[in-house]
């Protein structure tokens, strides 16, 4: 008898569940074209999680205010939104949700390892993913035709971020000869740091040391910074998360090793617009090399003006990576005509979106494994307390201090 | 010395035998109804389940899906830590080696799901069977053991984050094939065998209980269980039967590893070896009822659905709570205070407070 | 459902373990051994270590500081693990919420942050008995190992994202209270870890008094030692639980707010010590607040010195071998007398 | 023929002796009691045969094998079993499951070892609670499920630990008269009690504990009125 119940309360469930995903789906049949969005919206990513749904959110509302989408009479965006909760099969549930909700696109999914889920159900589904933010290269490294990245790999920022430090020295007439390099351990700090060690030494610039941390269980930085400076290197390069980076700043600061710079590739606290705030007198000078939003850019300007009155929060260049998602897959949308997820997969495979709100080489293309051509960093500072674009020159809000004179 | 001492048989004494009639093959209290019933009424449970994809959408499947991955997982568990009463807190650490095996003899070696399957449940009762061996060869108990499979667990997960041959944190991504394959076990998404794949692992672990719950070393076991010490004095070999029972655990649990590394195509450290794994493992056995064979059926059906559930009511939620939406972190936090609930009002779990409730 | 039979009690009151017999009167000896191994072990680091000796001095250094945070999350959950038995999952989620609570006083309300330390230390300490009282009591009288478990796991999924509902998820930061540092022999130390430090030993020598001076005290540990026994002389036990469990939350009350300082907020940021604690009261033995403290810093060091040879995760599983062992072979810890 | 040869035997824990230097042995179908004061280490000696704890010195031998040291399984699993004075019943289990379970020791089908465990039950005319909770005995059941449990692993030698403590005096007679049954059907007996008239109407040979020492051994009325034994149960009461 309570065997009966039981199958029964699990009919009763199956149907509450189908009946809320039908309700779901009604969306698409009155002429809007929706675009999925899986972030990690609960969790220990919530923070950021949130901030590019958002986002998300924005360009969708911008997009529909100017007209929706014109090729197909002007039909409305919404975004449905999916909850990763950081974990991949919440990601891939999410994912798939969505796509069964009628999504023509994905947009997501800051995690490396939830967006290679996202990125196998969106290939298995014949739905284009667009990846905002995720930054390891095997995601494109398996074949996919249907998953496009526009932020740079880490293999491009560690080699760009190698370049463009030497070149910074060089126009600041303080050559480098050589740096300690502190990274976070895993496949994203260990690509960069690869990557970047690769273009350092084919220049010339030796890498003393190599010191890595864990990325749990890391509350104190003072030993990794004192042994990369113990090598005396001219400059020392980090690459980690928020919380560590900090603690490497507030380390650097309390040691004060002889250094021209401290210098961050990829790095996912040194550009942060809590960073120097956050940091006060440790994040002085610092430098950064990353993927960024615009800031010479006036559109970027005003979007991220709105999205601060609108969100109560600033925006920072993830949640741009977002915006800019929605801002591709709306013209892949307007240059298939159709809301056919093939067809815009065809269209985002040949698209040539200009004027990317990202500091960018050039417009946003992809390659054929689906990486953006142009993808590429700019090196940050921070000066007075903000977060100031200082090389290359056409990005520039403000010159550089280098050698630092900390 | 004692005028009675010819009487018995030296070397096989029967004390009954020549005294009392015996009692006959077919004596009505031989039969055991209760384990005949358990048997039809999983068979109709599964027979139910087994209809289910072809009603569900794409998206509840999924669900569905994941919650029969909960439930293997927490039958998997109950085995070692309802019935043998050894509290594991690291059963990541089997379900974990399931995924991996599979994940690297795939994508490394292209060996068909099925066969890493069987290498995976290997591997698996033999890590576990070694753990095992030791916390128990060291006394651990309680709390202490709970403590020690996690802390194995957590071993596990920072090896592999350190072995290169494993790609440490990178992972696993399951090479998409471009058609339905068995032998690869691999199918067009939204496909009902991805849910009757799980359902007939989740068959074979039900009816597996309820086998080894009645067999001599489930018996054995559970009687060890109750009292060690009295179970040694009749003769029960006590580590030798706990192994047993935790090679068998470990093994099944590995079978879901496997299967969520088929199913979702890509594995990394955290999904197979973190310690939400291990919880995942816990909470259905434990809302359910631990040390029952539909325990952890009941809390997986639970559990499964629950985030879900209110996911979707925030999603799209009525009026009255609509200052609700947009705001996260709710779901999981209503979650956490309704198992907090269930643990405190059922302290037997929804099956077992019902099934004494039924019978009293 | 039947707890699992420990070994601990093998049988009758006639029937003695005769390894455990063995074991203990190796007791005075353990600290001593393991003080000896610590030096022996940083003497050959230092000698044939090949590292710069500032840097092993530095580890050395950090090692103790960081030792000193472990410790004082530590000190807390070791009388709630030693007195209840409960397994605690929530203390690292209390730790955070007591981050949280000093941050909100600190930033809305302007005191300054060692002063709100101070403030939250009896809200932290309401909420620890209310927890007790409400949530676990019945189960902890009833001898029940799994559910407290699993409500604490409940009850820290339930607090972080309930300040994740309240604070969102971005990195927060306390606003700087002694900046600066100072160095010692050749090593950097921090004013704020410092500190933090002084605070571990500060709490730990209070906790001390409190068990050891007072009447209050002696109840807590009769009931440790013997539950029956100690309601049998007129000792409120549930009194006493909801009580202890009330101080082991002060602890982390202040360990919470010494730690603000000088880490990130994020709801989750205090779960990573909630394992670490767990091996370090194990290693000091279940209830024992000098083996909190010890087991903190031998934690402490054997992370950042390991560090020095393994680095990354590499110490973690450092940490964790020697937790496997102290469980095998000294299961009652360093300074823990026998179960 | 001698069943049980126990030499010299000896345990102490952290410097206190609990059994010393006790030398018995024991013929195949003889019934032994055991009396002596609280703390006398009759349950001790009883763990040491069993397997429970190790020896400190001394050697057992059972029908010819050296047992000594031995783990708890294995030697019942010889034939010497022991019941406990605590009943410790699965108490999870019914109890059919709880004498099936040493059945099993047998007989290795489920089906054949629960009908041994039937016949068992029957002959200690616990067959009204067959399917019962093995908790929800009354006293008596419990200790007739102890004794039940351990004749369904046929044992060569029986050690029954206390089994009439804790019993009515109406529950005393019937026991007693079983044990007289078992005994009688040639089963070797050692069996610790405190009461006398128990003792005293089933023993064969009569072995007393004081202090973990042998005190006297013999025959029981010979023994009962030794002056040590009197001595050593001056102001014991053994009504």
Known sequence: MKKVSLAAAFAASALALSACGGSGSSGSADGEIMIGAVHPLTGALAGVGSLMNNGAQMAVDDINAAGGIEALDGAQLTLGEGDSKGVADSGQSEAQRLISEGAVALVGTYQSDVTANVSAVAERSGVPLVIDVAVDDSILEQGYQNTFRIQPNATSMGTDGAKALIALAEANDEPIESVSYIHIEGAFGQSVFDAFAEEAEANGVEVLEEVTYPGTNFTDATTQVREAAAADPDVIVATGYYPDSLLIAQAVEALGPDVDAVYGVANGG????????????????????????????????????????????????????????????????????????????????????????????????????????????????????????????????????????? | MSATSTAGTPGTPDPGATRRPSVGLDDPRLKDRSTSRTYAALALIVALLAVLPLLLDEQTEAVAIRTLIFAILAVGWNLMSGYGGMFSFGHAAFFGIGAYTDAYLLVEHGVSPWISM??????????????????????????????????????????????????????????????????????????????????????????????????????????????????????????????????????????????????????????AFGSGVSVNAIVPAVIGGIGTVFGPLVGALVVGPLSEWIAQILRDPPESLAFLQGVTGLDVAIYAALLVLIVLFMPKGIYGTLRDRFRS | MTTSPTATDPGGPTIVEPDRERRSLKLPAAPLFVLAAVVVALALVYTVGQRETGLVTQSVATGLLLGGVYALVSVGLTLIFGVLGIVNFAQGAMLTMAMFLVYEMSTSGGIPVYVATLLAVPVMFLFGVLVQATLLNKLTMAGNEEGPLLITLGLSLLIV??????????????????????????????????????????????????????????????????????????????????????????????????????????????????????????????????????????????????????????????????????????????????? | MTLLHVESLTKTFAGLTAVRDVDVDVTDGEFLGIVGPNGAGKTTLFSLLAGQLEPTRG???????????????????????????????????????????????????????????????????????????????????????????????????????????????????????????????????????????????LSERLLVMAEGAELALGDPHEVITDPRVVEAYLGEDYA
């Open chain 2, 118 to 271: 069987l290498v995976g449940a290997t591997i698996s009762a033999a890590a576990g069977t070694l753990i095992a061996f030791l916390c128990l060869r060291y006394r651990l108990a309680g709390a202490y053991f709970a403590l020690a499979t996690f802390a194995f667990a957590q071993v596990f997960l920072l090896a592999v984050q350190n072995l290169d041959f494993l790609r440490r944190t990178e992972g696993f991504n399951v090479p998409l094939l471009l058609e339905d394959s068995w032998s690869m076990m691999q199918f067009e998404q939204g496909s009902p065998i991805y849910f009757w794949i799980p359902l007939a692992v989740l068959a074979l672990g039900l009816f597996g209980t309820v086998a080894f719950v009645n067999s001599r070393a489930g018996q054995y076991v559970q009687a060890v269980r109750d009292d060690e010490v009295a179970a040694a004095s009749l003769g029960i070999r006590v580590m030798r039967y706990r192994l047993v029972t935790v090679a068998l655990s470990c093994a099944f649990t590995s079978l879901a590893g496997a299967f969520y590394t088929q199913y979702y195509f890509f594995v990394g450290p955290e999904q």
């Open chain 3, 161 to 339: 994202n309930v300040l994740l509902m309240i604070f969102g998820g971005r990195p927060l930061r306390v606003p700087g209270s002694v900046s600066g540092r100072v160095e010692i022999l050749d090593a950097i130390m921090s004013y704020e870890r410092l500190i933090a430090f002084g605070g571990a030993l500060l709490v730990a020598g209070a906790l001390t008094l409190l068990l050891r001076g007072t009447s209050f005290g002696l109840s807590i540990r009769a009931v440790s030692a013997n539950t029956q026994g100690a309601s049998l002389v007129g000792v409120d036990v549930s009194r006493v639980y909801a009580l202890t469990f009330g101080i082991g939350s002060a602890c982390v009350a202040v360990a919470g707010g010494l730690m603000a300082p000088f880490l990130s907020l994020t709801p989750s940021v205090g779960e990573q010590f909630t394992i670490l604690a767990f091996v370090i009261v194990v290693l000091g033995g279940l209830g024992n607040v000098a083996g909190a403290v010890v087991g903190g810093l031998i934690i402490g060091l054997v992370q950042t010195v390991g560090a020095l040879y393994l680095p990354g995760t590499g110490s973690l599983i450092l940490v964790f071998g020697v937790f496997v062992l102290v469980l095998f072979f000294r299961p009652q810890g360093i300074f823990g007398a026998t179960r």
């Open chain 1, 270 to 406: 040194f550009d942060d617009g809590a960073f120097p705030g956050d940091a006060g007198q440790a994040g002085n000078q610092v430098l950064s090399a990353n993927y960024h939003y615009a800031a010479t850019d006036e559109r970027v300007q005003d979007i991220r003006t709105r999205f601060e009155e609108e969100y109560g929060k600033p925006m920072e260049t993830a949640s741009m990576l977002s915006y800019q998602a929605v801002v591709v897959i709306a013209q892949a949308l307007e240059e298939a005509g159709s809301d056919d997820p093939e067809a815009v997969r065809e269209a985002l495979a040949g698209i040539e979106v200009d004027d990317p709100l990202l500091a960018f080489d050039g417009p946003i293309t992809f390659d054929e494994t689906g990486q953006n051509e142009n993808a590429t960093v700019i090196v940050m500072q921070i000066q007075d307390g903000e977060v100031e674009q200082v090389f290359p020159e056409d990005f520039t809000t403000s010159e550089p201090v280098y050698p630092t004179n900390r």
């Open chain 4, 59 to 201: 050697r057992v031998v059972f029908d010819g094998q050296d047992i000594t040291g031995w783990g708890p399984a294995k030697v019942a699993s010889v034939g010497l079993v022991r019941t406990f004075q605590l009943m410790r019943p699965f108490e999870s289990m019914s109890v059919l499951d709880n004498v099936a379970i040493a059945a099993h020791g047998r007989h290795r089908s489920r089906k054949a070892a629960r009908r041994a465990a039937l016949e068992v039950i029957d002959r200690v005319q616990l067959d009204r609670y067959v399917h019962s909770p093995s908790g929800s005995l009354p006293t008596a059941g419990l200790k007739r499920l102890e004794l039940a449990r351990a004749l369904a692993l046929e044992p060569r030698l029986l050690l029954l630990d206390e089994v009439l403590a804790g019993l009515v005096p109406a529950e005393r007679a019937p026991m007693i008269e079983l044990l007289r049954e078992i005994h009688a059907d040639g089963m070797t007996v050692m069996f610790v009690e405190h009461i006398m008239a128990a003792v005293m109407a």
